[in-house]
């Protein structure tokens, strides 16, 4: 069966690349674009390519100056990339108003802030239907070692980073916190009511402390070793297990009515995660009062009196 061109960019739009803007010219002729064809070719000597449309808009002004600026994206760099795809309308050396800009040996604009930047002059280009391939010279590389790339996948920008320790001990004290939430409230209540309500201002207490790791999280994707997952797993675990056995206790003492205690206890706990920022949002509520609406809001869902 022959492959369309309908199936084949479907396909192509689950395959993750990297993002780069590709920069020539200088002053008001630099022009540039949005790239995710950018590969190695070979290591002795230097060499990458770029895929480029001819119909682009920078096709014409890579055929004559002859260098570029491979600029391979950060995460944080979302705006430049949009612009230089051509989202926010802006042409030409009018894009070069995302980022900050300099040179270096070649004279092609870099792109401060990148994970990587290759200053490269184009040694050959070969057109391919509608796309040329540009091999380019790489004479200077400059690397941000601390800086998380951006993807493109499935028609949207995404995040790809190594969890460190650090990073990895975040995430462990927000789940280890979390269990603590519905521990404590099982141990401090007398009624599954009393301690549903005591878990809920507890569990928002803890999304709001850990507000800026969640965002963080949400911003990327997370690659970490499975060894290192197992602890945090098992603590999900334990979280999960101790909230639906609250809940299945208010079943059958006649306190709550819920069909699924373990699906209702992930219900809750994502609502709940996610809620708080409507109430704080507007700038009125502290942290008690935060939880104590979040509190109500889960046991008006879930009361059976």
């Known amino acids: 069966m022959s492959v369309t061109t309908d199936n084949y960019r479907l396909g192509m739009r689950h395959l993750p690349a990297a993002v780069?803007?590709?920069?020539?010219?200088?002053g008001d002729q630099r022009?540039?674009?949005?790239?995710?064809?950018?590969?190695?070719?070979?290591?002795?000597?230097?060499?990458?390519v770029c895929a480029v449309n001819q119909s682009a808009s920078a096709y014409p002004a890579l055929l004559e100056n002859r260098t570029i600026g491979v600029n391979v994206l950060a995460g944080e760099q979302e705006e430049v990339a949009s612009c230089f795809a051509g989202a926010t309308g802006l042409r030409?050396?009018?894009?070069?108003?995302a980022g900050d800009w300099r040179e270096m040996s070649?004279?092609?604009p870099i792109l401060?802030?990148?994970v990587v930047n290759f200053d490269c002059t184009i040694v050959d280009h070969l057109p391919?239907?509608?796309?040329?391939?540009?091999i380019c010279a790489v004479q200077e590389v400059a690397v941000s070692p601390d800086r998380q790339p951006l993807l493109f996948v499935d028609g949207g920008w995404a995040g790809l980073m190594r969890a460190s320790e650090e990073h990895l001990g975040q995430y462990r004290q927000a789940v280890e916190e979390s269990v603590a939430a519905v521990t404590e409230a099982l141990a401090a209540g007398r009624s599954p009511t009393e301690q549903l309500r005591r878990f809920v201002e507890n569990f928002t207490h803890v999304n709001i402390a850990q507000s800026d790791v969640t965002r963080e999280y949400l911003r990327h994707e997370a690659y970490v070793p499975q060894e290192a997952m197992v602890a945090i797993n098992a603590a999900k675990d334990e979280f999960d297990r101790q909230l639906a056995g609250l809940l299945?206790?208010?079943v059958e003492s006649g306190e709550f009515e819920v069909r699924d205690p373990r699906l209702a206890g992930l219900a809750?706990?994502?609502?709940?995660s996610w809620m708080y920022r409507w109430y704080s949002e507007q700038g009125r509520l502290a942290p008690d009062d935060v939880a104590q609406e979040m509190a109500d809001l889960v046991l008006g869902m879930v009361s059976g009196r």
Request: glycine share 14%; aromatic share 6%; charged share 15%.
């Open 128 to 134: 391919f239907d509608s796309h040329s391939l540009f």
């Open 92 to 97: 030409g050396a009018e894009r070069f108003t």
């Open 20 to 26: 780069s803007v590709l920069a020539t010219g200088r």
């Open 31 to 48: 022009a540039g674009l949005t790239a995710t064809a950018v590969m190695s070719l070979t290591a002795e000597p230097p060499r990458i």
């Open 248 to 250: 299945r206790a208010g």
């Open 106 to 108: 070649t004279g092609a």
């Open 112 to 114: 401060d802030g990148a």
């Open 268 to 272: 809750i706990s994502g609502m709940v």
